[in-house]
């Protein structure tokens, strides 16, 4: 998701970029094929692109929609989900600052050969009014053996013609490709304890008790503490160190019967909590999360109240409440299974785990 910061840096790097692609199309040529070669692809880019508001990108059945809504891009065929700012802008730059290479042929018979008829990607992008400002077809991308870098078989109504063009950033026409990936990368060295409530099994509590410490405690619900196995301890502790997005579904989507397998709490040191409940839906694992700032840890620790707002943890939670509200993300069976450890897999057989109804 992109920040006022990360809007304006992208605004600067763009400017500079445009200057170079203006320059280099501004080069006399009398138009023809062999003048044009290494000229700019798109020379009237440069001055539309600052208006940009909309990108779509099609081939066949497959379309994807991005949306600048309130100086922040969303896949708009995701449910207006935060878009990957990095990518639109390696598009948008390769477009700028795409060259020409080589001219092919005009003859329309010839384009499926070049990936220019049925498969070809169209890229459409419009002001933030809904002005056209470029339409031009992607075709095949292949090596160029001597210089070690690609080409794109492309095609634009006004030339007539098709060109293999170089700096073309790819354009996937799948709405996952566009996304920001992270769901969560919170290291589990800031995890103090987990609070872990299987469907079919025990609650316990897992706890470190100071930053760094090598052991970690389970605490069962009848308050019996004992040391926890490394291994499954340190997985479950960095289970959101490295959430990536699978999938997902909007909130509204799940049903209100849906199965809750487990519910879990992590809480770091410097007093970010998440909350996590893990659904099945038509026999797919998704989980909910949730954040906030646990301002009376943190004071307990310091000894002194803190101001809300004051921590990093507490700015932390409302940038992850932003991304997570309303959506649920999808894990996978080995994901899944690393949430879901039962109290005897993570304790000496000396702890005593309450009974449960099917004897485990």
Do not use: C
């Amino acid at each position: 998701m992109m920040k006022p910061d990360q809007l304006r840096n992208l605004a600067i790097v763009t400017a500079v970029l445009l200057v170079g692609a203006v320059w280099v199309s501004l080069r006399p040529n009398d138009g023809s094929p062999d003048q044009l070669r290494e000229s700019s692809l798109l020379p009237g880019l440069s001055g539309r692109i600052s208006d940009l508001g909309r990108v779509e990108l099609k081939r066949k059945d497959d379309r994807v929609t991005l949306v600048l809504e309130e100086a922040v891009w969303v896949v708009k065929s995701l449910g207006n989900y935060p878009a990957d700012s990095s990518k639109i802008r390696n598009l948008v730059q390769g477009l700028v600052l795409a060259r020409r290479l080589a001219p092919k042929s005009s003859n329309r018979n010839l384009f499926d050969r070049m990936g220019l008829g049925e498969d070809a990607t169209t890229v459409d992008l419009f002001s933030t009014d809904g002005d056209p400002i470029l339409a031009l077809d992607l075709g095949k991308r292949r090596l160029r053996s001597q210089e070690g870098e690609s080409e794109t078989f492309v095609f634009i109504e006004t030339d007539g013609r098709a060109w293999t063009a170089k700096g073309l950033a790819e354009a996937s026409t799948d709405p996952l490709d566009w996304v920001e990936r992270v769901v969560a990368a919170i290291s589990g060295v800031r995890i103090r304890e987990v609070s872990l409530a299987p469907a079919d099994g025990a609650s316990f509590l897992l706890l470190r008790p100071q930053p760094n410490a090598e052991t970690l405690s389970v605490i069962t619900a009848d308050g019996e503490i004992n040391d926890a196995d490394e291994f499954r301890a340190e997985r479950l502790m960095s289970w959101l160190s490295e959430l990536q997005l699978e999938n997902l579904l909007a909130a509204s989507e799940i049903p209100e019967q849906a199965l809750e397998i487990a519910a879990a709490s992590y809480t770091t040191f410097d007093g970010l909590v998440i909350k996590l409940r893990v659904l099945e839906v038509a026999g797919t694992s998704y989980v909910r999360l949730a954040a906030h700032y646990d301002e009376a840890l943190v004071a307990a620790k310091a000894g002194e109240a803190v101001p809300a707002g004051s921590r990093p943890a507490d700015q932390e939670a409302d940038a992850l409440n932003h991304l997570w509200q309303g959506w649920a993300y999808k894990i996978s069976s080995s994901r899944l299974s690393d949430l879901l450890v039962k109290l005897q897999m993570l304790a000496p057989q000396s702890i005593s785990v309450p009974d449960t109804e099917d004897g485990e």
